[in-house]
């Protein structure tokens, strides 16, 4: 954002805003996001294993035989590779709308809900791409 | 007197903003050493002629040469040599607000220079003590700093790199009269002990006739410059009025007080008076 000026500064100074608020952004964001996907798998798995312990008193052992048996290692693949697309789709429109913020703290507010809504929506339109992708792969 | 060539020199620029004409035919000419205040009233178009000059606005024609190169034809890369000879203190100080004032000082430095980090933090805090902030300010982040600090650290970090030319956005304003005046004496301190050519937009007349060589005023989209003693007399109503206002006499009473005082720190014989 350049509610200050820093924008200017940047350039004024030689420094190409693009490599050092754009970049780092995106790379890290692609670092990230795949590990949170695994993160996000284990916990949905350890919920599902808490679930199915106290409430349907299957023992923990029934689980993960079913588990391998439900899950292909692919279905995990397909997660960890989608991830690292859709974060620099997120990233990128962050950093897009983020980059138009002139002026004013009421702007900003109004640049993120654009950037969050249309991060969504590319998100959404990728994994429809992928879906389609897969099922030609038939995976 | 030595003879001078233009540093910065603009010819026939024109901006222009939708239908908007900012500029039509503006030209400049900043010499060496010397201390170049730009004037105008409000949406005058001094910030966007700070800007061209900086290669933040791309003008629709004309040229900006910068030590002789016209900056409007070259590359990025072609101006980052140009770019290490200048520094800028943006109005608002523009600090950036994740890092510490000793960090955005040497961040140009990061940029430009390979240097040791121990050599590097001595040369940041050097210029931090330089432009008198207290040295713990150089730990702060730019939120827990005072308006008047903000923009004593912003000149440290335009002079990260030891420029000749340093540019400075209405480096007075919001600051009480007290700081004000300091800030005047920093300006003129670092002009005379860096030999350092200033480019400061103002609205500051005090800030004008204390530390001013030069003045260039911009009236109807084009630029009018003159010494200070000259300019206060141009025949141009807009140039009168600005100098000879209400609120223009007092400053004009101070500088010349001030100067009779042999408190004028001037380089050479051109302060305004305001005789």
């Known amino acids: 954002m350049q509610l200050n000026e820093e924008v200017d500064a940047l350039v004024a100074t030689g420094v190409d805003p693009f490599e050092v608020l754009v970049v780092p952004r995106v790379l890290g964001f692609v670092i990230a996001l795949p590990l949170l996907t695994v993160i996000a798998d284990l916990v949905g798995l350890a919920g599902g294993a808490l679930l199915c312990r106290y409430l349907l008193e299957m023992p923990l052992t029934q689980y993960i035989n079913r588990m391998n048996e439900a899950i292909a290692p692919t279905t995990f693949w397909v997660g960890i590779i989608k991830a690292p697309v859709f974060a620099v789709l997120i990233a990128l429109a962050g950093c897009y709308r983020g980059m138009q913020v002139r002026g004013s703290a009421r702007e900003l507010g109004h640049k993120v809900t654009v950037a969050v809504v249309q991060a969504i929506f590319l998100v959404i339109l990728a994994d429809a791409l992928f879906a389609i992708l897969f099922l030609k792969m038939d995976v | ?275």
């Not at chain 2, 300010?137 to 730019?142: D, F």
């Not at chain 2, 807009?238 to 408190?263: K, V």
């Open chain 2, 1 to 275: 007197m030595t003879t001078r060539y233009p540093l910065i020199e603009v010819r026939g620029l024109v901006n222009r903003f939708g239908s908007q004409l900012v500029h039509d035919g503006l030209d400049m000419e900043v010499r060496e050493d010397e201390v170049f205040g730009i004037v105008g009233g409000s949406g005058s178009g001094k910030s966007v002629l700070l800007r061209s000059i900086l290669g933040l606005q791309h003008p629709e024609a004309g040229t900006v040469r910068i030590q002789g190169q016209d900056i409007t034809r070259l590359s990025e890369a072609q101006l980052r040599p140009i770019k290490a000879c200048y520094g800028v203190a943006f109005q608002s100080g523009a600090l950036y607000s994740g890092l510490t004032v000793l960090q955005n000082v040497q961040l140009p430095m990061m940029e430009h220079l390979e240097l040791e980090s121990p050599v590097r933090d001595q040369l940041a805090l050097l210029k931090i003590r330089l432009v008198g902030l207290p040295a713990d300010a150089a730990y702060k982040y730019p939120a827990e700093l005072s308006g008047g600090m903000v923009k004593r650290a912003a000149i440290a970090r335009a002079l990260a790199l030891d420029p000749a030319l340093l540019f400075l956005d209405e480096p007075t304003s919001g600051l009480d009269p007290v700081s004000a005046t300091a800030f005047d004496d920093l300006v003129l301190f670092l002009q005379k002990e860096l030999k350092l050519t200033i480019v400061m937009i103002t609205h500051d007349l005090d800030s004008i006739f204390r530390t001013c060589n030069r003045v260039g005023v911009i009236v109807n989209r084009r630029m009018e410059s003159d010494t200070v003693e000259r300019i206060v007399d141009h025949p141009n109503p807009f140039i009168r009025e600005y100098f000879h206002g209400e609120r223009a006499r007092g400053a004009r009473i101070a500088a010349h007080e001030g100067a009779t005082d042999g408190g004028g720190t001037g380089a050479d014989g051109e302060r305004g008076d305001g005789a």
